[in-house]
């Protein structure tokens, strides 16, 4: 029970296509066997196509669909049909059978507070203090990565990565501006792919051949999504308290009528309160309170990109 050899046929064969959507291929070999019984992913083994072959006149279609049936009664001959066109996004491989990793862009909007404007100048009223309860509408930016790994080394980089900030500049945005968060896994299969074969080798000759061996890729699939957040994703409140340092003392903070003050109190970065009617500036110089673990994006999850600078 094996091939007895294998030709490519023009019958059926063909391309077409529509505007808007891409190329089609259509394929087709006779393959001759020694008994009916012959198992089918032997026959289909024969003709060296395999699964994911680039098509000889246009690499970007792949072998993405086969069928095979018996060509006549007696089953001594079958036919191969393949279908070559380009993979959705979501099955796009490479060369070590692998799905390609792929970014997708969400927008929107949401409401937050807001204490400066378009300037970075803090919103005061006519006295000079600062207005609170304001709220404004911002652009959401975010990105999602879904990334594939062989290993179970997606979860150190869960560990490493999730809720983290970027430490240098990614996708234009300074260090602080893009929070990672790690979205899910889940182990995913791709069942019968035959690699080591290209279709240039099967579009003319005859013989039989082997082909190359049938396996199944075990994989985990992620999800990783990252958020911008245009100021920072660092904490930034008031320096502003009932006490104050003198001399290094803690100390209660009096009004004009030696009681306690009823109001916080805006305060220096020495600990010391400002003067009567100053407004408040950020806690640690204005440098306010970093609150995530800064890791650099770019080593792991590269650059975001719907479509590449430089087509593969």
């Not at 024969?46 to 006149?57: F, K, L, M, Q, R």
């Not at 927008?107 to 000079?128: E, K, Y």
């Not at 003319?204 to 199944?216: F, K, L, P, Q, W």
């Not at 970093?290 to 430089?310: C, D, E, M, N, Q």
């Amino acid at each position: 029970m094996a091939v007895v050899g294998w030709r490519r046929v023009l019958d059926g064969t063909g391309m077409s296509g529509k505007v808007g959507e891409p190329l089609r291929f259509d394929e087709a070999w006779l393959i001759r066997v020694d008994s009916p019984l012959t198992p089918k992913q032997t026959i289909v083994k024969a003709v060296p196509c395999g699964w994911y072959s680039a098509h000889w006149e246009n690499a970007d279609c792949k072998a993405m669909e086969f069928k095979l049936n018996p060509r006549n009664a007696d089953g001594m001959v079958w036919r191969l049909d393949v279908a070559f066109y380009p993979p959705p996004k979501e099955a796009k491989l490479k060369n070590d059978g692998m799905p390609e990793d792929f970014w997708e862009r969400s927008g929107g909007t949401s409401t937050v507070p807001v204490f400066r404007d378009r300037d970075n100048a803090m919103i005061l009223n006519a006295a000079g203090d600062p207005l609170e309860g304001l709220q404004k509408e911002r652009e959401e930016k975010t990105w999602t990565l879904t990334k594939f790994y062989t290993s179970d080394s997606w979860m150190g980089d869960v560990d490493l990565y999730a809720g983290a900030t970027n430490s240098d500049t990614w996708d234009g945005g300074a260090p602080d501006t893009w929070k990672c968060g790690f979205r899910g896994a889940k182990k995913r299969e791709i069942q019968n792919v035959a690699r080591g074969r290209t279709a240039s080798d099967a579009m003319e000759g005859t013989g039989a051949t082997s082909g190359g061996t049938d396996e199944t890729l075990t994989f985990v699939e992620t999800v990783w999504e990252f958020r911008y957040e245009q100021g920072t994703w660092k904490s930034m409140p008031w320096d502003v308290g009932f006490h104050e340092l003198v001399s290094g003392q803690k100390k209660v903070i009096l009004g004009d009528d030696q009681k306690p003050v009823k109001q916080p109190v805006a305060l220096n970065a020495n600990g010391t309160k400002k003067s009567a009617g100053a407004a408040p500036s950020v806690i640690r110089n204005g440098a306010g309170a970093p609150l995530y673990p800064v890791v650099t994006f770019s080593a792991k999850f590269g650059t975001p990109f719907i479509i590449p600078a430089t087509p593969a």
